[in-house]
C-alpha cells in the first residue's frame, strides 16, 4: 500500500486500547484502503529517554547474534519492521497463520503521530498517560485487520461481537533453578501474585478473581469458570467490543469489578445478539465463549509456545548475562556459599545452549503477554459454505460463526531480560511477605485457626455488630453472642465492648484530629497540561462532598480544596485522571480547639487512643471515619495500601488481649473436667448394659451424624484403587506430598529401585502432612483400613483382588472451602505431580505382576536401541518416525473424528530380524512406558481388561508372536473376541496416547479380523538385512563408514539372506574392522554355499 499518512489524516483514528509497548487506534474514516483496519503505533517513555536513531539497526549486536537463524528480522532497518517479520517468521509458525495476522507497515509524518498524541490524550488512562507517549521518531506505523469484525464490515442484519481475553501464563513453573526461597512460584500463579502487588502500588482497586490455570486446563467447567470470573473483575484482561465499538472493559487500565449498573447495560447491549430472557443474555454469552474457548483449543497451542520457558527467568537470566558477555550481576549478589551448582553452572555452558535459553524465554514471554481475540456473529438460516467455524449454544438453541485470532504479539527486546528478573524478584518477594505476615497475623487471631478479613472487623453480620454512638467520636464494636467461633475478643463467654475513640492530637504541620478539620485546607500537585486537563480535574473534585471552595494554579500545576471534604476522598478522585497526584500539604483553614468529652470517661471503657496519621505506604492521611481495618492498619481508609506498618495488627490485638481478663488456672479447668469426665464413662457403661447393641449403634451413628453435621470440617477420602484399577488421583497425592513434606510429618518411607537415579519419597502410613493452598489451610492424613474380602474366583486366591489392606489418604479443610479444594487444589495436585513425574520420568518396562494393584510390575527400561542403531531400509525408518510424530501430535484430530487416540503397528519377519529392537526405538523416541504383555499368563478376558485398565497414557503395548499366543490358550481362558475387544472395542478408548504393537514370524497366520485398519494400522516388513543396513551395524560396532571390502560384502547381501541379529552376531566378534570384516565374508560365502547345496 504506498500510502503515507499525514497530519489531516489523524482525525480519522480513534483510539482503542493500548498495552505496555503500542498504541492500538481504529479506523472511523471512509477510505475504502482502512475501513476494518486498526493501527498499531509503537510508544516511548515520557521520562526522557534518548530519541531513536534511524540510522541504526532495529536491533542490537546480541540481538542479531540471537535470531541469526531469522535472516529478515535481523536486517531490519526499524523497529515496525522487525516486529512484522517477528509475528510473520517466528510467532506464525509456531500458533498457526490460520490464527496470526502479521499485518502491514504504513509510513507515516511526524506531524500525524504528534496529533494522534493530542487526540487520544483524554481518552487514555492516567497510568499510561504518565509513564508513556506516542513515539513521534517513528517513520512508519502497523496497520492490520480490525479482528473485532468480520472481513466485508458491519452485516446490518448481522452484528458482530468480538471478545479481548488476555490469558495471561497457563502454568506453574517447575524450573530447577527457582530458588529455594521463592518455591511459591510453583504453587501459586504469577498472575494472582502480580495483582497482590498491584492493589499495593495503587494500580488497582480490588484483586481479580480470575485463575490462568481454569482458562488453560482444558476442562470447560473450569473454562466457563475462567470467563464469568473474568467478566465480574474485567481490569485490562477482558473487553468487549459490538461492531467494532467497546462496550464493556476498560480502554488500558484497571477496570473496577463489574456492578450492578454495568452489568445491567451490558444485558441490553447483548438484546439483538443473545436471544434470551432479560437476566439471563449476560450468563448466556459467558457461554458462548466459554464452548468456543474449549472446542478450538486454540489454548493448546498458545501453552506450548509459553512452556518453552523451560528454565524460568532464574535461570535464563544466567544464560542472558553469557550473552551480552557482562560479569552475571545475579550471582555477584550471592556468595560462593549460597551460589547453587545447579546456577553457576549455566554459566559453563555453550554458547549456542545459552542463544536457545534466552531466545525461548523471550518467545514464551510474547505469548504470555499476547491476546486472544474472539469475533461471533449469528448465522443464518441455511448457510452454507461459510469458510469460519460455527459453535452452537444450546441454552438459546443458537448457531454463530466464529474466528479466533491471536494480537500484540510484540518482539521483546533483549535489555528487558534484566527489567523481567527484577520483578519478578519484586513480586515474589512481596507475595512471600505478605503470606509470612498473615500466619503470623493468623496466631494472634485464633489458636490455630486461619483468619482472613472477611472474618474479622470488616467481618459478616453473624460475628460482628458496628453501632455508631450520637457521638462521631466512638465507635462500639460489638461481637455478638450467638457467633459460632470463639476467639481471644470473645473469651470465657464474655463479650468484649471496644472504644475507638479518636483524641484531637496534632499531627505534623499542627493538624488537629479528623473529626475536627472543618474548613480544612488540602493541596495537590497534579500534573495540569492544558484546559482539558484543568475542566477534567474540576469535574471529578466538584463530586465530593463538604466543600467550599477550589481553586487551580495551572502555573504551580496544584490544586487547593478548601472545606471539610475528606483528603482521601480528594485524592483518589484525582488520581482517577493523574495516577502520579500527590498531597503536598493537608491543614486546617481555621484552627478550632475542643475539649475532649471522652477523657473523663476513659477508666469506665477499655479505650484504644487513635489518631489520623500518615500513611506509611503513601501520602495519604489515614481516615476513621468508615471502621473497616484501617484503625487496626497504619495506612489509608482507600484500601489501596496493604501490609500494616508501625501500628499493626499483631500489636492492637496483642495488646487487647492483655487487657482481658485472664484464662482459669489449670488445678480449676482440671477440677471441673475430671468429674464430668467420670460421670461420662458411667453413663456409657450403664447405656451398654441397658440396652442392646443395635440401639447403642444407632445412637452412636446419630450422634457421629450430628457431630459432622454441627462441625465447621470435611475430610475428603482419596483411596489407592476401587478394586478395578488404580486411582490416579491418589498416585498423585502421593508424589505431590513426598515432593513437599511439611515438618509435622515425622515418618517417611524411602524407596531406590535398581538402575534408578534418584530416592522415592513418601510419607509412611499414619502420619500427618500440611499444605497451604491460596490461603486454605489443608490436612493429609496418609492411612490404611484392613477390609476382609473373599474372592469369587477360588483358582485366584493369591491375585490382588484377595488383599485385605486398603491405603487411602484422608484431606481435611473446612467446609466452606469444598469447592476450591475440589475444582482448584486437586486438579492443581495433578498437574504438579504430572510435572513432577514428567521431570524425573524414566522410560519403563511393565510386566505382569498378579501381586500388584494392578497388574503390573515395573523396572526401568535400560535398553539403549534408537533408531540411528536399527539396521532398516532408511525409508521404511523415515516413513515409521514421521507416523509416529504425527500421531502424538494429532489429539484434536482423533476427537474430532470420534475415534480413540491410538494406533496399532503390526512387525512381522523372520526370527532376529529386530522386531524388538525397533519396539524399544520407538520407546525411547517417544518417551513412552512399554508394557509387555504375555497372553499366555492371562487367565481371562476380564483379566485382559484389567490389565488394560492399568496400563497408563503414553504407553506401547506389546504382544509379541502373536501367531503363536493362541495356541497353549485353554477354551474358557482369552478368545479372539477378547483380545479384539481389548484393541478396539469399546474397553480400548479408556486412555489416551496409546499405541499396539504386534510381532509375529508369520503373517499369514494370522485372522484377518486382527489386520484390518483400525486394529493394525500400519504393517511392517522386518526383512533380512540390507546393505544399507550392514553400514548402520558396522557403524555402530566398528565406528566405519567405509572399507576396501565393502563392495565385496555389497555383492554378497544381493545373494545372500542374513538376519540383523547374524550379521550383528559376526561383527561383535573383533575389534579389528579388517578380522571382523573378513570373517563377515567368510559367512555370507558359507551362508551361500550351504542355500545352493538346499537348492541343489
Known sequence: MEVKLEKKDAA?????????????????????????????????????????????????????????????????????????????????????????????????????????????????????????????????????????????????????????????????????????????????????????????????????????????????????????????????????????????????????????????????????????????????????????????????????????????????????????????????????????HRCSSLHSIRMDESLKIVKDYLIAATAKDCSLMISFRPTKGGELGSPYSHVHLQSTNQSFNYKVNFIDLDLKPLKKMEGYFELDKKIVNFYTQMLEMEQKDGKCWEHGEEFNEEEGLKGTKDTLGLNRESDASTTILSFHPQQKKTNMWQRWGQVVRVHLTQFPTKVNREIEGHDNMQYQKTVVSVELLCSKCRRKVMKLIATIEGITSIVLDSSKNTVTVIGEADPVKIICKVREYRKSAVIMSTGPHKEEKKDDPYKKDMTKDMVIPYAPRICQSCDVWASSRLLTWDLLYNYCSSYLCLLPRKIGRVETMRFL????????????????????????????????????DSVN???????????????????????????????QMFKAVNVYLGSKLSPSTRKIKVNKQEKEDELEVSIDKNQESFDVFEGVKLKWVSASRVDRLVSSNRKRQDSAFSRSEVRYFELTCRKKHREKVLSSYLPYILQKAKAIIEEKRTVKLHTIDYNGTDYWGSVKFDHPATFDTIAMDPDMKRELIEDLDRFVERRDFYRRVGKAWKRGYLFYGPPGTGKSSLVAAMANHLKFDVYDLELKEVQCNSDLRRLLFGTGNRSILVIEDIDRSFESIEDD????????????????????????VFTTNHKEQLDPALLRPGRMDVHLHMSYCTFSGFKTLAFNYLHIQDHQLFREIKELFEKVQATPAEVAGELMKSEDPEVVLQGLIKFLCDKETSETSKNN
Open 12 to 340: 480519522d483514528w480513534s483510539y482503542r486500547g493500548e498495552g505496555a509497548a503500542n498504541l492500538v487506534l481504529a479506523y472511523t474514516g471512509s477510505s475504502t484502503d482502512f475501513i476494518g483496519k486498526v493501527m498499531r503505533i509503537t510508544k516511548t517513555a515520557r521520562n526522557g529517554s534518548p530519541k531513536c536513531n534511524s540510522n541504526q539497526s532495529a536491533l542490537t549486536e546480541e540481538e542479531r547474534l540471537l535470531w541469526r537463524d531469522v535472516e529478515e528480522l535481523v536486517k531490519s532497518p526499524t523497529k515496525e519492521i522487525a516486529e512484522q517479520i517477528y509475528t510473520q517468521q517466528v510467532m506464525s509458525p509456531l500458533l498457526g497463520p490460520k490464527h496470526v495476522d502479521a499485518g502491514m507497515r504504513v509510513l507515516v509524518t511526524t506531524e500525524f503521530l504528534e496529533c494522534v498524541e493530542k487526540n487520544v490524550l483524554e481518552q487514555r488512562p492516567p497510568s499510561r498517560v504518565d509513564v508513556s507517549m506516542v513515539n513521534v521518531e517513528s517513520d512508519s506505523v502497523i496497520i492490520m485487520s480490525d479482528h473485532s469484525l468480520f472481513p466485508g464490515g458491519i452485516l446490518k442484519d448481522r452484528p458482530c461481537i468480538s471478545v479481548e481475553i488476555k490469558p495471561k501464563c497457563g502454568f506453574l513453573p517447575v524450573s530447577k533453578f527457582i530458588a529455594e526461597g521463592n518455591s511459591v512460584k510453583r504453587t501459586t500463579t504469577r498472575f494472582r501474585m502480580h495483582q497482590v502487588l498491584k492493589l499495593h502500588e495503587h494500580e488497582i482497586s480490588e484483586l481479580s478473581e480470575y485463575d490462568p490455570l481454569d482458562l488453560f486446563s482444558g476442562s470447560k467447567e473450569r473454562i466457563h469458570k475462567a470467563i464469568k470470573d473474568l467478566y465480574n473483575t474485567p481490569q485490562n484482561n477482558f473487553r468487549i467490543f459490538l461492531n467494532g465499538s467497546l462496550v464493556f472493559g476498560g480502554l488500558g487500565g484497571g477496570t473496577k469489578g463489574t456492578n450492578a449498573v454495568v452489568g445491567k447495560a451490558f444485558e441490553d447491549v447483548l438484546k439483538g445478539i443473545i436471544q434470551a430472557e432479560d437476566g439471563l443474555r449476560t450468563m448466556s454469552f459467558v457461554q458462548l465463549v466459554a464452548e468456543t474457548v474449549y472446542c478450538s483449543r486454540v489454548l493448546d497451542e498458545l501453552l506450548k509456545v509459553q512452556k518453552r520457558d523451560n528454565f524460568d527467568i532464574e535461570g535464563a537470566i544466567h544464560a542472558y548475562y553469557n550473552i551480552v558477555s557482562q560479569p552475571c550481576a545475579v550471582c555477584q549478589q550471592l556468595d560462593e556459599a549460597r551460589l547453587p
Open 657 to 692: 488481649e492483655e487487657s482481658l481478663p485472664p484464662p482459669p488456672e489449670y488445678e480449676t479447668i482440671l477440677s471441673v473436667v475430671a468429674p464430668l469426665t467420670a460421670s461420662a464413662v458411667v453413663f456409657c457403661s450403664i447405656m451398654n448394659d441397658l440396652f442392646p
Open 697 to 727: 449403634e444407632y445412637l452412636s451413628s446419630s450422634l457421629q451424624k450430628l457431630s459432622a453435621r454441627l462441625s465447621s470440617q470435611i475430610t475428603i477420602v482419596i483411596e489407592e484403587s476401587d478394586g478395578l484399577v488404580a486411582n
Open 973 to 996: 481362558k482369552v478368545t479372539l473376541g477378547g483380545l479384539l475387544n481389548f484393541i478396539d472395542g469399546l474397553w480400548s478408548s479408556c486412555g489416551d496416547e496409546r499405541i499396539v
